[in-house]
């Protein structure tokens, strides 16, 4: 009976000491820092939006009609709102970008997964971030200082090109991808386990069947998402646009001509200090609304498509 | 003689098979020489181009016109002071972000998915579009700070932002979960043992992705193109109230200029660029490096 009782008070006493009440109060108000802290990238997100749309639809209830006409001269009086050129010169150059980075990246992609050895491995993965770390101004210049004058407007069959060109900005759009489909290509052939690469070559496979046909297609689904998330970036590339390619909205069909993006076209409006509701202010919103909804829809796709294989193989 | 008729079929099969393979393999080494050779194509034509001019002058002149006597001391100081200042305010936010997401958070709810999803997609926006949310709210409109460091540092700092939750997020994921167990087994509240234990040892991880973010962000023009940094600035900043440009502006500057000794100068503020972050880049790899030799041993 005494025993009990005396067990009886030791329980009592195993009540949170005011020490470890201080101690869970301190952490209640960490955690409430943290949840601060959390909401600042869902304001960021908010911030964005509400900064786009208003004068986004502001403008677009004015010029519905004049959308899809064919010259673009926002900043002109009278100005002229047909967006075909913006969106005809992001295709190009996006287009060119895909095929220049696309190849590239995904042979860098198999070449890490299956053909490099460990330490090649780890002497190539490197150099591919720094080529990932290279400045967009920097490829923008190598563009404009090189490209465009020592082999494009040299050997360019159509036309005349000059000093700005739609395809030079295309190929350092597309070298500044090559990192981009590289690594996520690699993150997903990776991940494939090696018990399918055993089984095909226990089949007889070769090492480029074995990565072409098995790691590759098992893959698929991450290779597809290395694909949307390279076109998302160079879809909203800025500078290299904006250095190589021009400033001169042209309606073209010629690669070797100047040519704007929608991104390149927000980053030249915005150098003058745009006035709060002028022309010039209220376009490069109307633009930007269009690149982010664009660039949303295709990162969604693409992490979507990241999840399926990490649910398939991790 | 059904049976050599197989074998020689075979082997003409495999013959095949191999060439394709041989041929396969050469194209991929040809592709991954031209992605990474094309590094060095780019420092040596800027280096042929403007080595030369290479300095101590460059880097502590003030920007002229005048080929001779121009710099880029004010764009690096005002790089540093931006980026610098941005990392002060996203690297607390992102890391308290990143610990309540991988350590205190309901993993399963529906609000936590939404807001991974809402990190995820903010990392894949356009730079550009930034620097349109700094000229609505921070520039101009209800902040109106004006085309200062304070309003630059603000929009990198959410450029930056998703990116860190994401590394490091992923370096607290790999801390070994006995660590928090343990701590938890011994009495210390969930905050303690994440604060004690699992936060140091994330750190070096959260250091390499830092650099890297941080270079990224050193290099990035277009978002600061629109809070007018594209300007001619003969002065270092002083506060964040002061006016600014940034490296890789300056070499913008240079470049929407076609006379030859511009070109050179952009050149130069190219290699001076490039240089800060292969250094950036080098010491994030040497200490990802170390720490991995330190844990496996």
């Known amino acids: 009976m005494t025993l009990g009782t005396g067990v009886n008070t030791q329980q009592v006493s195993l009540a949170p000491s005011a020490h470890l009440r201080r101690r869970m109060g301190y952490q209640k108000a960490m955690i409430a820092v943290m949840v601060a802290a959390t909401l600042v990238s869902v304001f960021v997100t908010v911030g964005i939006v509400v900064s786009l749309l208003p004068t986004t639809f502001k403008l677009l209830s004015e010029i519905t009609t004049q959308l899809f006409g064919t010259v673009w001269a926002p900043l002109f009086t009278p100005p002229q709102f047909g967006i075909v050129p913006l969106i005809t010169g992001t295709t190009m150059i996006v287009v060119i970008g895909m095929l220049i980075g696309v190849p590239f990246g995904l042979a860098a992609a198999i070449f890490l997964s299956d053909y490099a050895t460990f330490n090649v491995r780890r002497i190539v993965k490197p150099i591919l971030e720094i080529l990932a770390g290279i400045p967009t101004v920097v490829l923008g210049l190598f563009g404009l200082y090189i490209l465009n004058p020592e082999l494009i407007e040299k050997y360019w069959p159509i036309g005349d090109p000059l000093a700005y060109t739609g395809i030079g900005a295309g190929i350092m759009t597309g070298i500044l991808i090559i990192p981009i489909v590289a690594s996520v290509a690699d993150d997903a ?42 076109f998302a970036r160079a879809f909203g590339e800025t500078t290299i646009a904006l250095m190589v390619a021009g400033s001169y909205p042209k309606l073209t069909a010629n690669p070797g001509d100047p040519m704007q993006t929608m991104a390149s076209f927000i980053g030249f409006a915005g150098i003058g200090d745009a006035e709060v509701g002028s022309n010039a202010y209220n376009t490069i919103f109307l633009v930007g609304s269009l690149l982010f909804f664009t660039t949303l829809i295709f990162n969604i796709l693409g992490n979507r498509f990241i999840a399926r294989f990490r649910e398939a193989y991790e | ?74 764009s690096i100081t005002g790089s540093i002071w931006v980026v610098g200042v941005a990392t002060l305010i996203a690297l607390p936010i992102g890391a308290l972000t990143a610990l309540y997401l991988e350590s205190f958070s309901n993993k399963k709810s529906k609000l936590q998915k939404l807001v991974e999803l809402n990190i995820q997609n903010l990392a894949g926006v356009p730079a550009v579009v930034f620097g349109l949310i700094g000229l609505a ?157 330190k844990r496996n041993v």
């Open chain 1, 189 to 230: 052939l990776s991940s494939v386990p090696r018990a399918m690469r055993e089984a095909a070559y226990a089949l007889g496979a070769t090492k480029r069947e074995v990565a072409v046909k098995i790691v590759f297609t098992a893959g698929l689904s991450g290779v597809v998402a290395a694909l949307i998330l390279a």
């Open chain 2, 137 to 293: 709210f921070i520039a101009r409109g209800p902040f109106s700070w004006g085309f200062t460091v304070g309003s630059a540092a603000m929009v990198i700092a959410m450029l930056i932002l998703p990116v860190i939750i994401i590394i490091t997020r992923e370096s607290i994921r790999a801390v070994p979960p006995s660590f928090k167990e343990g701590a938890l087994a011994l009495g210390a509240t969930p905050w303690q043992a994440v604060y004690r234990l699992v936060l140091p040892y994330a750190i070096p991880g959260t250091a390499t992705g830092t650099i890297l973010a941080v270079s990224r962000a050193i290099g990035e023009s277009a978002p600061l193109l629109l809070l007018g940094a594209l300007s001619f600035v003969t002065f270092n900043p002083t506060g964040l109230d002061s006016g600014f440009t940034i490296l890789p502006l300056a070499i913008f500057k240079y470049a929407s200029d076609s006379r030859e000794e511009f070109q050179v100068l952009a050149s130069a503020g190219s290699l001076i660029l490039l240089a800060i972050l292969f250094a950036m880049n080098l010491s994030a790899i040497l200490l990802r490096d170390r720490t991995l030799r």
């Open chain 2, 1 to 74: 003689m059904s049976n050599t008729n197989k074998v020689s079929l075979e082997s003409r099969l495999s013959a095949r098979r191999i060439f394709i393979d041989g041929i396969f393999r050469f194209f991929l080494l040809l592709s991954v020489t031209f992605a990474l050779g094309f590094i060095f194509v780019i420092v040596y034509r800027l280096w042929r181009n403007a080595g030369w001019l290479l300095s101590w002058d460059l880097i502590k002149n003030f920007p002229s016109y005048d080929i001779d006597s121009a710099g880029f001391q004010s």
